[in-house]
């Protein structure tokens, strides 16, 4: 099996073992886990300044040039499947489709089956655009698993480009319901002195700040003010629930891997269920009742929507936007935290 190379060199002031200045140094764009890096070392694919080293507790020095021969991907057989989905437009060119939280969007080893375009393979009756043989077809943005909300997909090789020229110009217009602890408003001084953060003139609060891959946990990103991936994101309060939690809006300037969540995370007002990034608070029985405290301490996503979506038609050029209703389970938590007026 073909095997491509990733080189670069070991940083300063390395860690004492190789494994861990491995996971620190190799590139993001590799996407290349801890665990998977630790498997190629045992495999043999490592080489320093030219050797092979298996051995994961190796010393390393700043400036060690470092190789990695990562196997091509085994592909993933995809398959149609009767899945059902929520069309809300479909054309010639494109799908625009509501996504339930817990649906995979495109497979991998750990989800061959199951997910989104599993559903469309079958809808499209097996066709789907391309691009020159891409492993994702059609897809040119994705939602996290367990976030709910609109996607739009290309059933065209001309609607791939130009959506995806859209997506990459920041372009699309995307806006996101959450529910988040506490609540991030002008009236909290602390916001102000959050590195990263301003307040508009209209009371909306922007965040803008570096993301990338966390140095020790590969599955989440971190801010950061240098390196990364520059983003940006606007939140805006809609409705305060009980003085200690509010559904908010999120727009999307970028498009970042988990940018709300790690965006909602840095400035202290993380995401009710996230599991990753929303840390172990808890709402009181005393602010909000014991139903309101069960609801947030069960809500078993994060409570994130992406409620509407707006892009100009990649081939006739008419803008077009979308919106999906906030789903059921973030409806019912909404309103047992006593709010429900922007559901």
Known sequence: MAASLVSFTVGPTPPPR?????????????????SRLVRLLAEGAVRVNGSVVTDAKAKVDEGDAVDIAVPEAAEVETVAEAIALDV????????????????????????????????????????????GG????????????????LLVVAKSDAAHHGLAGQFEAHTAR??????????????????????????????TLRITTQLARHKTD?????????????????????????????LVQCRLETGRTHQIRAHMAHIGHGLIGDPVYGG???????????????????????????????????????????????????????AALGGGAGA
């Open 18 to 34: 190789l494994d861990k200045a491995l996971s620190r140094d190799v590139p993001d764009e590799a996407n290349l886990s801890r």
């Open 88 to 131: 809300a437009y479909e054309d010639d060119d494109l799908v625009v489709v509501n996504k339930p939280a817990g649906m995979v969007v495109h497979p991998a080893p750990g989800s061959p089956t199951g997910t989104l375009v599993n559903a469309l393979l079958h809808h499209f009756g097996g066709e789907l655009s391309g691009v």
């Open 134 to 149: 891409e492993k994702r077809p059609g897809i040119v943005h994705r939602i996290d698993k367990d976030t709910s909300g």
């Open 174 to 203: 995307r806006h996101y319901l959450a529910i988040c602890y506490g609540i991030p408003d002008g009236a909290e001084p602390r916001l102000r002195g959050i590195k990263g953060t301003h307040f508009e003139p209209d009371g």
């Open 218 to 246: 590969r599955q989440r990103q971190a801010v950061c003010f240098t390196g990364g991936r520059h983003a940006v994101t606007r939140v805006q309060v809609l409705e305060r629930l009980q003085g200690v939690a509010a």
């Open 280 to 334: 172990r608070r808890k709402l009181s029985e005393k602010a909000v009742g014991v139903a309101g405290a069960d609801a947030a301490r069960g809500f078993a996503r994060q409570a994130l929507h992406a409620a509407s979506l707006g892009f100009a038609h990649p081939v006739t050029g008419e803008e077009m936007d979308f919106e999906a209703p906030m789903p059921e389970d973030m409806a019912q938590l909404l």
